[in-house]
């Protein structure tokens, strides 16, 4: 485990790879049941990595600052911080990432169906930060946004509105496409880096889909859902909190699921309407779940094939992606 002191050492770029990059396989040195690890003090930087998107045409960005001098303060143990009532074993825990490394995290997605908080990574991640204000000042004002159930709007009546208190939500809207030189603005976690999707040789749409953005006013949600392509996700949330209510994989037929063939996906209503149908509701009774609280600053792992609704309690501004790995191998 990495010392208080080596930890003030780290500067913000070493407890990360790269402006949102993933590894390919001639340049990271890993095989399937080997990872790298943080126990030891292992240097982060002994996994290459390689972008898979062309450079931004963004301004060039101010320096990230560096960690304050002085010894970090010891991290708290992992805390459970809820179960569910019918299965304790389905819970969802926060850990320090400085006591979680890629190995042990890798250990638990492979024997693990449970969601997972990762805290304290937020300095590292976004060190100049991941923020309504940061991104009205790196979006043009004149750039049309896509906003869920409005179309597009210029980014400065989006961040207007949103100030105004409407309840607006730019949702899972693709960096690469729509703001690539946010690429210089967050890292990806190492625990994500071994993304198979970065590593095919016919490319997958879901390669320049996510990492998406997140940005919404209190109140908005995504409804009851599971991710595509039976993809693993994880989150960065920079500011704002957000209310996650998910279920076990094993229990989405409790939820009354239908099958888009189309679409090659399992779809649900929402909760509320799952709640206000008598029978919907006995058989949602009977699935494990958890509700929990996202807080600015940390990141969260949500296993494939995972139901979640999730609402903002405030305002809020996340990048978020899915990805593959051996857990999605059968």
Not at 102 to 123: D, E, K, N, Q
Not at 257 to 283: K, N, V
Request: proline share 10%; aromatic share 8%; with cysteine.
């Amino acid at each position: 485990m990495i010392s208080g002191a080596a930890l003030s050492e780290l500067a913000a770029d070493e407890l990360c790879i790269g402006a949102l990059q993933y590894s390919d396989d001639s340049s990271d040195g890993e095989s399937i049941g080997e990872t790298p690890s943080l126990d030891g003090g292992a240097a982060l930087d002994d996994v290459a990595t390689t972008s898979p998107l062309p450079a931004s045409q963004s301004p060039p960005p101010s320096t990230p600052p560096k960690l304050p001098p002085g010894p970090a303060p010891t991290p708290a143990p992992p805390v459970c911080v809820c179960r569910a009532a019918s299965d304790p074993t389905y819970e969802v825990t926060r850990w320090h990432w400085s006591t979680l490394s890629v190995a042990a995290f890798r250990a638990h997605c492979a024997a693990s169906r449970c969601p997972l908080i990762i805290t304290g990574l937020g300095p590292h991640l976004a060190p100049r930060g991941l923020s309504l204000e940061r991104l009205r000042a790196l979006l043009p004002a004149d750039m049309a946004v896509p906003v869920r159930g409005h179309g597009t709007m210029s980014a400065a009546s989006f961040f207007g509105r949103l100030d105004a208190g409407e309840a607006l939500y730019l949702a899972d809207v693709p960096l690469a496409i729509h703001f690539p030189w946010l690429f210089d603005e967050v890292a990806v976690p190492a625990y994500f880096l071994h993304d198979f999707a970065h590593r095919t040789r016919r490319r997958l749409s879901i390669m320049h889909d996510t990492p998406s953005l997140f940005v919404g006013g209190a109140g908005t949600t995504s409804a009851l859902h599971v991710d595509q392509m039976c993809s693993n996700f994880w989150m960065y949330l920079g500011e704002g909190a957000k209310r996650w209510i998910t279920f076990h994989p094993d229990d989405a037929p409790l939820l009354s699921p239908t099958w888009d063939a189309p679409e090659q996906i399992h779809r649900f209503a929402p909760l509320a309407q799952l709640e206000s149908d008598a029978q919907s509701a006995a058989s949602l009774r009977q699935a494990r779940r958890l509700e929990f609280e996202l807080r600015a600053g940390e990141v969260l792992y949500i296993p494939h094939n995972t139901p979640h609704e999730v609402t903002n309690l405030a305002a809020t501004c996340a990048v978020s992606a899915n990805y593959l790995d051996q857990t999605n191998v059968a």
